[in-house]
């Protein structure tokens, strides 16, 4: 459920999706062709606005992420069991919680919420619940879902996860990185981000478009934080 809206998975209709013939292509290419895209987020406003409010960081930055990949539909297409291609009304965020004795990870998701503080209510509990907590599957699957991941120790220009998997609705799912903040040569803080795509439903000009989405959002904390 997302508040009071039930998932749903509605099938493309095939003859009036205008990249019919960019998803045949790549769904016929071996191998699950994905490509990723690494850029830099302006993110000094927000935290300023974030440390005002006591928010936690990774917790905020969960949320503008997963609203700009709800704001997609590229980027909440898959797979149904039976090969055809659809779109979910809605994506949750999967992310892993570090355990700092065995210096591994859980796996959770949150269910995502189009409401600032609603998520991050329910991704603290989460993340409170499952933090000594060990295992890749840690809460019940669910199909709707994308990947989320944070490397807070390491500054990137670049990162590539190399998947391959033909598993019912998570193909088309994209994988998204964040890494450490660091201040450029203005001061400006800024947040690596990577965005890994399956070129099938996903072009460039879709992630250009997510990272505009993205950027926005960063920039007007005051307009979703009320």
């Not at 606005?49 to 503008?64: I, N, P, Y």
């Not at 709707?144 to 799912?173: E, K, M, R």
Request: one cysteine or more.
């Amino acid at each position: 459920m997302w508040g009071e809206t039930e998932m749903t998975f509605t099938l493309i209709d095939m003859d009036a999706y205008l990249r019919k013939e960019h998803y045949k292509h790549y769904v016929s290419i071996s191998g699950s062709c994905t490509y990723s895209v690494t850029t830099n987020i302006d993110i000094t406003n927000l935290q300023n606005v974030l440390k005002t409010g006591d928010f936690r960081m990774f917790h905020s930055h969960c949320w503008l992420i997963s609203k700009a990949v709800n704001d997609m539909p590229e980027f909440r297409m898959a797979h149904n069991e039976k090969g055809e291609l659809g779109i979910f009304n809605y994506v949750n965020p999967r992310y892993n919680v570090f355990n700092k004795e065995t210096e591994t990870f859980g796996g959770i998701w949150t269910e995502y919420h189009a409401d600032f503080k609603t998520f991050y209510k329910n991704c603290v509990a989460d993340m409170d619940k499952y933090s000594d907590k060990v295992g890749f599957a840690l809460m019940p699957d669910i199909p709707n879902i994308f990947d989320l991941s944070c490397l807070p120790w390491v500054n990137f220009t670049g990162f590539n996860l190399n998947i391959y998997c033909q598993c019912p609705f998570t193909w088309f799912a994209p994988q998204i990185t964040i890494g450490k903040i660091v201040p450029d040569h203005n001061g400006r803080l800024q947040l690596p981000v990577s965005v890994q795509v399956n070129h099938a439903v996903c072009d460039g000009y879709h992630v250009g478009r997510f990272v505009e989405r993205l950027q926005l959002l960063v920039n007007e904390p005051e307009r979703w934080m009320s």
